[in-house]
C-alpha cells in the first residue's frame, strides 16, 4: 500500500512570508506527528494528534507554528511569517492504533526561507 | 529530556570492511530503536530493542541492547554501498508516544 506522503517536497520562500505542509498519512493509521530535522540535528519532535484527541503541541517552537488535523487524516502544518531559522526538513510520521513506536515516516519537505 | 549521544558523527569506511557505532544515554530506555535515513528520504525503521542484554540480527546488521537499557550498537559485517546512510537511534520521548532521536552517524560505504 501507499506509504506517507508530503507536498511539496521542496519549498523556498522568502523571509516573512507563511508556508503550508501538508502530510498524507498511510490509511488506517490514527497517530500522526510532525518533526523537524535540521541541518546536523537529530529529528526534533513538534506536534502529534491522535484520533479525536486534542492534539500535543508541547514540541512547536513557537507561535508562529501551528498544525490541524482534518477528519483525523491529512494533516496541515503551517509557518507564519517565517524566519530564516525555520529552514529544515519537516518530516511526518504516522503510526498504527497502538503502535506508538512503529512510526512510518514520509520523505519530507525540505523548507529554504530567504 | 533524555538525550541520545551517537559516535562517530561521521563514518567511511571501505567496501567489505566491517563496522559499529554506538549510541549512548544516561537514562534508562524501555526500548531503543534504529532507523536508516537516505538522502531525500525519511528515517526507516530498522530494529527495535526492548530487552537489557538483547541481541537482534538482520542480515549482515547486528543490534545489541546495553544490559542496564542505556546504551546500543550496530555493528555491520562487511558493509556494502548500499549500506551508506544516516543511521538514527531513537528512544521514547517525554510523552510516551513521541520520539527522542540521536543527531545519528552518516555512514559513506566506498566501493
Known amino acids: 500500500g501507499a506509504g506517507v506522503s508530503q507536498s511539496p517536497s521542496n519549498k523556498v520562500t522568502e523571509k516573512g512570508k507563511d508556508v503550508e505542509l501538508r502530510c498524507d498519512p498511510i490509511?488506517?493509521?490514527?497517530?500522526l506527528y510532525w518533526y523537524r530535522q535540521s541541518l546536523g540535528q537529530g529529528l526534533e519532535f513538534l506536534i502529534y494528534f491522535q484520533g479525536n484527541s486534542a492534539p500535543d503541541k508541547s514540541g512547536l517552537p513557537s507561535d508562529r507554528f501551528s498544525a490541524e488535523r482534518t477528519g483525523g487524516s491529512v494533516s496541515t502544518l503551517t509557518i507564519q511569517r517565517t524566519q530564516q531559522e525555520d529552514s529544515a526538513v519537516y518530516l511526518c510520521?504516522?503510526?498504527?492504533?497502538?503502535?506508538?513506536?512503529?512510526?512510518?515516516f514520509g520523505p519530507g519537505t525540505r523548507l529554504l526561507v530567504l | 529530556t533524555q538525550l541520545l549521544e551517537q559516535s562517530p558523527q561521521f563514518l567511511s569506511i571501505q567496501e567489505g570492511e566491517n563496522l559499529t557505532v554506538y549510541c549512548n544515554s544516561s537514562s534508562v530506555f524501555s526500548s531503543l530503536q534504529w532507523y536508516r535515513q537516505e538522502p531525500g528520504e525519511g528515517p526507516v525503521l530498522l530494529v527495535t530493542?526492548?530487552?537489557?542484554?538483547e541481541v537482534k540480527k538482520l542480515k549482515r546488521l547486528t543490534f545489541q541492547f546495553g544490559d542496564a537499557r542505556k546504551d546500543s550498537s550496530l555493528h555491520i559485517t562487511a558493509a556494502q554501498p548500499g549500506d551508506t546512510g544516516l543511521y538514527l537511534c531513537?528512544?521514547?520521548?517525554?510523552?510516551?508516544?513521541?520520539?527522542?532521536f540521536g543527531k545519528g552517524t552518516k555512514l559513506s560505504v566506498i566501493p
Open positions: 531513537a528512544g521514547p520521548g517525554a510523552g510516551s508516544y513521541q520520539l527522542t
Open positions: 510520521a504516522s503510526s498504527p492504533p497502538g503502535q506508538h513506536g512503529t512510526q512510518y
Open positions: 490509511s488506517g493509521h490514527t497517530a
Open positions: 530493542v526492548v530487552t537489557g542484554g
